[in-house]
């Protein structure tokens, strides 16, 4: 069998062209929405959830509502304490953020010279932080009252406080204690218990606060008594979290079902008698997860546990273990997905159909309660950047899909309940064929989505159906032409305006602009035009499509890719010979005026230059590509004078890829306002992509910023309107 592959001679990369030092993002005022979860603390009255990219959640009701507080984007919270209502926690091992007012906002700081910081510890209404060779004791206004020195025969640091004593490693099969009562110190030669020969060095340390203390040799937890001053092996551990309440131990993990195909949560208790793990949770979990990394499990009394994880997980218990209620979760945000309403409110279809939503600003976000196989089982159901939606408000939307190779009882997939549960149903009638590669399209006329598809029956039975439907997501009206293909179709003050060709059109590169005034009853070609076929002189196989058509206000934006075969190569794969190709990219950029019924070409790429979105923001048009090293952004104030590019920078953050990933044809989705839009990108300091809202920066006053110049102490908070955007 031969295979035939193209492969792009460039390579995409997270950086834009430097053609100056900008930096995009520096006119932008950012909130990083996503994040991965480290730890949770509880003072008895709030809880607080923390983690990477300065992201804190808090709870002040038991955990039925929550709120976000944005640090600096480069905090990395790695655990926070409390004495009494206070909070005090670790950022980026070297400083300590804290809050006064039971988390609400936050202040940070700076030990003298800057220590690396192991651990934080609290005993009655001291903190303890454990740096290299020492322990310094602090008090609430982290003031130096005593230290202890800390001398260990190895490299690793850590402590944990049980009863009155804080304990930590002394090295190679030892621990050390301090009694904080009298201040006096000891320590356990673990051989003794004749649980080890040659023991290592004891790590992971954890206790149950009052006698017990656990420690992990490798991946086997041992357990140590300081009433019984007894040691012994309890069980080899999996890699998840795990803690101690009362004289039992827990542990938490996900696993991926291999027939339902999404993951069910494993609540774990040791059994010491029998020596093993006992699932202790009801296997009935009430969302639909797939994905879930946990970091982090605690016991906030006997019967409220809370767990955290990565993708900003959050799930809790109220019954000690045996029931779980999924607070929060956001593992999988495809950016061409995202639907942004107020806000408040926002939406993202995610691939197998999984519908995610947040109602709070993006603090939280949830996925619906309701799974089915259907959604893995029918291909169009596979990536949320390619299915045609449509939300009438936050409340109520729905998915198409449509598969002819797979018979199914829908082909559709809808929400009235703001995506808490999602519904199926098949709609007669509404089918897509795009054999010819004509995309399915959803605009909005006159207040209704009216969806786009394109059936290929044969060359006398070609059909282009435009389909108003309603709120109980039904077919209204259909309507029809027939030896056409729209590849996109864009809406202008209810008059419809659509970029297509004539199926029996000889000529390839040759395009029309189609109008309708009257709801696609009615279609006028308006005026013919023709793409550049080759771009330049010397180039001799060369693919050109249609690649992305965008309107802004009364211009019509038209991107042409041509994709140059420079060589190939054969490979045997598998007992196949597969053909690469190796490839050049280039674009070229085209506007239609519709006030002046004009078309022009207004830009061409430089080889290995690809334009991929032309959108406008801040009162300034934007085009997007990516090119050999860099992506890069091109503004111009109006298109009538172009005006040579600039080309922004891209430092931590990479480029939007919303952009890149979003279908062509389609119309923005994550653009709320002409200033206030939210994107994914790249984020190299935690090496992961991140969902960020952004808005554009708005004018200091002079008096303003010598007013911030003349501070001196850092001082992080929770401005209102949520989420913070000040640091002074």
Known sequence: MKKIFLISGFLLINAFCLLSQISFYDALELTRVSADFNGVAYNGSSIIVYGNG?????????????????????????????????????????????????????????????????????H??????????????????????????????????DGVVVGNK?????????????????????????????????????????????????????????QYDFKLRDAKFLFTTISAPITAWNDEVFQIYSAKNPIRKIDSIYFMKFDKINKQLLRINAPLLDRFIVGTIFTHISFLSEDTIIAVGRDKLIYMSFDGGINWELKSLLNDFIPASLLLFNRENAQIIAQYTRFFHTNNGGATWLPQKNYSPVFYENSTFFNGASTAGYFFSPMKGFVFGESLLQSYDTNIVYTDDGSETIKMKKVEDLQHI???????????????????????????????????INEDIEIDTTKYIMGTEFYSVLNRNDTLFAIGRYTSDSLSNRYYLFYSPDTASTW???????????????????????????????????????????????????????????????????????????????????????????????????????????????????????????????????????????????????????TLFAFVAYDSLYRTNALLYARVKQATSAVEESQIEEKNSLYISRPIPNPARNAT
């Not at 007012?101 to 940070?108: H, R």
């Not at 454990?130 to 025969?153: A, F």
């Not at 060095?201 to 203390?213: E, Q, T, Y």
């Not at 598998?574 to 022009?600: H, M, Q």
């Open 166 to 222: 804080l304990v930590y490693p002394l090295g190679y099969g030892k621990l050390g204690y301090i009694n904080l009562d009298n201040e006096q110190k000891d320590s356990i030669r673990l051989d003794a218990y004749k649980i080890c020969d040659e023991c290592p060095v004891p790590i992971r340390l954890f206790s149950n606060k009052s006698n017990l203390i656990y420690f992990f040799f490798g991946k086997n937890l041992y």
């Open 124 to 157: 009655q209404d001291k903190i303890y932080a454990i740096i290299e060779g020492k322990i310094l004791v602090l008090n609430q206004n982290l003031e130096s009252v005593k230290e202890y020195s800390l001398t260990t025969d190895s490299a690793y640091y």
């Open 524 to 674: 006028i070609e308006d005026f013919s035009f023709s793409f550049d076929t080759i771009p330049n002189s010397n180039s001799k196989e060369v693919l050109y499509t249609l690649a992305g058509v965008n309107m802004i206000n009364d211009k019509i934006f038209l991107t042409w890719n041509f994709t140059k075969i420079i060589g190939d190569t054969i490979m045997i794969i598998g007992g196949d010979t597969v053909r690469f190709f190796l490839t050049e990219n280039t674009s070229n950029l085209y506007v239609i005026n519709l006030k002046e019924k004009s078309f022009k070409k207004i830009f061409q790429s430089k080889s290995d230059e690809v334009i991929s979105k032309i959108f406008r923001l801040n009162n300034r048009y934007c085009i997007a590509g990516s090119g050999k090293k860099y992506f890069y952004w091109d503004y111009f104030e109006d298109i009538g004078s172009y005006i040579e590019p600039i080309r922004f920078i891209f430092k931590r953050y990479g480029p939007p890829q919303t952009i890149f990933m979003e279908s062509g044809y389609m119309p923005n989705r994550w653009i709320l306002s002409d």
């Open 434 to 468: 795009a054999s010819s590669g004509v995309p399915k399209l959803i605009i909005t006329s006159f207040g209704k989505p009216m969806l786009i598809t394109h059936r290929y029956l044969g060359a006398s039975l070609d059909f282009q159906i435009f389909q108003i």
């Open 54 to 122: 300065g992201v804190i959640l808090r709870s002040n009701n038991g955990g039925t509502t929550w709120e976000q507080t944005n640090l600096a984007d480069t905090i990395n919270i790695l655990g926070v304490i409390n004495v009494g209502s206070n909070y005090y926690g670790i950022a980026n091992r070297r400083q300590i953020v804290y809050s006064y007012d039971n988390g609400k906002s936050w202040l940070l700081t700076e030990l003298p010279n800057k220590p690396y910081i192991y651990r934080l510890l609290t």
